[in-house]
Structure formats: structure tokens, C-alpha cells
């Protein structure tokens, strides 16, 4: 079975939808799947603070923001936005040439 393409239509797949289609390409069993994919993401919870990268995909590392001047979009005062650690997915080159095509 070979993994099919999403038309602009087509719903967001499911994680149980992901692990039957990883299952049949892998010919896994699908509780297998779900172990690996719950090894993977506890994987990338625990190491995130030094970057975690999936080959192909992305890298998800932590970035530490300034603090920065907003407003209050209900009165129109400006308010401080204090300094804060952020978590961020950087998508790969590779898989961005893949999914918008390259320039």
C-alpha cells in the first residue's frame, strides 16, 4: 500500500487514522505502532531542551524570547510582555521543498 498524497479537501488525519496507515506500510501490528510513536514523542519531551530532530521532518527546539512592548486590544494600552522560553518546530528544508515545492 502505498501512502497517498492529501488533496486541499481531505480532513487532518487522526492519530488512530496515522497508526493504521504506519502499520500497513511497516506491516507492524497497529499496537506496535502506537508504542513507537508514544517512545517517539516522550523521546522529543525529554530532549527538546537541546534540540530534538526527526531526519526528513524538522528540528523542535527551545527558544528564549525578549521581553517586548504590546497593547491591549480592549482599552489600546500599551502593556511590558515579559521574557519567556518558547518551544518551536523548525520544518527541514527537505520536507518543505517536498510539501511547497521548490522556488
Known amino acids: 500500500m502505498a501512502i497517498k498524497k492529501a488533496k486541499p479537501g481531505d480532513k487532518p ?6 497508526v493504521e496507515v504506519l502499520a500497513a506500510e511497516a506491516g507492524l501490528t497497529k499496537k506496535d505502532v502506537g508504542k ?3 517512545a517517539l514523542v ?3 519531551y525529554a530532549q ?11 528540528k523542535l527546539v527551545v527558544v528564549n524570547r525578549k521581553k517586548r512592548m504590546g497593547r491591549n ?6 502593556i511590558v510582555i515579559p521574557a519567556k522560553r518558547v518551544l ?3 520544518i527541514a528544508k527537505q520536507a518543505k521543498d517536498a ?3 521548490k522556488k
Open 73 to 78: 486590544p480592549a482599552t489600546g494600552a500599551q
Open 42 to 44: 516522550e523521546l522529543a
Open 48 to 58: 527538546a531542551v537541546n534540540g530534538f530532530t526527526v531526519p526528513g521532518l524538522g
Open 13 to 18: 488525519l487522526t492519530k488512530g487514522k496515522i
Open 99 to 101: 510539501i511547497v515545492g
Open 36 to 38: 513507537v510513536l508514544a
Open 88 to 90: 518551536k518546530f523548525r
